[in-house]
Every structure is written in structure tokens, then in C-alpha cells.
């Protein structure tokens, strides 16, 4: 297999890229540009700050770090929870509904596709609505764990909200300074190997950090889909981690065409058959209103 695959990028206009992608059964990958018009900041686009998220390595080895992420998690995951899908959330789920979109894979942990009614998501980074034991391997909702760490830490939200030192994120974090004496929660489900005791393991959101690795059966799922379609449309990623950009790769050696939809350039670029600097609820409202409807 070649390193790189001989594929004419270009940046094009909408009607370009509407006459490229006009006949094909889509499958679409989504970054965190597609949440930003919902009110979710992304990582790496022009205007974002730097952030240096959490590794896995960090969470897992020491106590402080968890402590840390889950207090701002505490506050975070409040505001991702109300959280609407937009107009290109919207517009994928209509395209879908008219056959020309095959599915979507989303390097986001929000939902929002799900919520504006796309019924093939693959969730590449997980959910932020679970939570997953690391010992024991049970999946928690987010919201029961909502309530127990409330209850650990009663009127902790209201007071970080008056100091106003709180930033959303895109994986339903924020920053908070003032996270010393936060009480986390660990494990309180029967220990499979024990019943007379609690698990007592710790507790991660089902979401891929950094330094972890997506698990292999959702990559095979991500491949399949984009093998199953006729073209690839990314939308609102700039492709900076492997395992969002390998299957950008994977579309372009295959022959199949990929379009990248997003402000600024990506890494993903080079495999492009057309780029559009463009922002992605107006490009895919756009899309769902000129690319006509597919038969099964």
C-alpha cells in the first residue's frame, strides 16, 4: 500500500463540491467544528485557546488528577447535557433520511447527531453520558453519577459559577481552579468477585482520552462504513489525531472521493479531492437543500 495517494486537492466552491459529491451514498466524519454553532468550543480551531487535555496516563496513575477532572467534569457536564443540536446536525439527519447520507462517524462524545435524529452514528470517542469502572467494567449513566457526586459535594457548582472561573470544553470538561477538597465517587456496584463488598474501582467517563487507544471493534465499524459509502465528507475537523484521520487515508487510497469541509486547513488536506473553507451548518444546509434524494 502506498504512503500517500495521488489525489488532486484543491479548495472548490460549494457548487463544486455539490457536482462532486451529486449521485453518492455519503459517509460523513464529523469533528468538533460541527458542535461549535451548539455552544461547544472546539480544540484546534482558529480561534481556540490552547488547551492541554487530560492523557490517560494522567487519570489513571494519579489521585489528584482524577480529583481534578472530575470536579470540572462536575460542572462541565451540566452544560453539554442541555446542549442543542444546530442546523448542520439537522441537515446531515435529513440527508440521511433521504437515503444519500450511508452514516455518520463522529469523533464528538456530545450525541448531537442522535439528538437531531441520525440513526447511523458511530460514537469514534465514545459518550459522555456513561461512565465505565475500570476494575469491574460496569457502564454507569452519567446523570445517576451526577446525583451521587451532588451529594458528596453539596452547592460545589453554585460556588465555582459565582467565582466565573469555569470554561466548557468539548469532552463536557471545564476549567476550575478551585477543585482542592472535591470528593470523588469510586465504584459502588457489588465487586463481581466479592458480593459481600462494593467494587470500590475507579470510574472514567466512556470516552477515548488522550494516550488511549479507540477499541478495535469500533474502528473496524468506522472502516466498514466509510467502505460502504461512495464518497467521504468530512465536516468540521481539522484531521490533527490518527484516529479520525486515518480513515480520511483509508477513503483516498481506495478511490473513493473525500471532501473536507472546514474552517482553515487540516492535516487531512492532502488526501482531499476538494476542500471548502467554510463553516459547517450553512455548507450542509446548503448540501441537504441541492443534493437530491437517493433510492435505497
Known sequence: MSSSPAVPATSASLADVVELLAGHRLTVLTGAGISTDSGIPDYRGPDSPPRSPMTFQQFVGDEA???HYWARNHVGWRHVHRTLPNAGHRA???LEGRGVVHGVITQNVDLLHEAAGSRHVIDLHGRYDRVVCLRCHRVVPRAVLADRLEALNPGFVERVGQVGDVEIAPDADAVIEQTAGFRVQACWQPDPEDHARECG???KPDIVYFGENV????VDRAYAMVDAGDALLVAGSSLTV???RRFVRHAALTGKPVVVVNRGATRGDRYA???LDAGTSETLTALADLLAPLRP
Not at 477499541?215 to 469500533?218: D, I, K, L, S
Open 215 to 218: 477499541p478495535r471493534e469500533r
Open 92 to 94: 446531515l439527519a435529513a
Open 201 to 203: 474501582g475507579v470510574l
Open 242 to 244: 490518527h484516529s479520525g
Open 65 to 67: 488528577f482524577r480529583r
Open 273 to 275: 479531492t476538494r476542500t
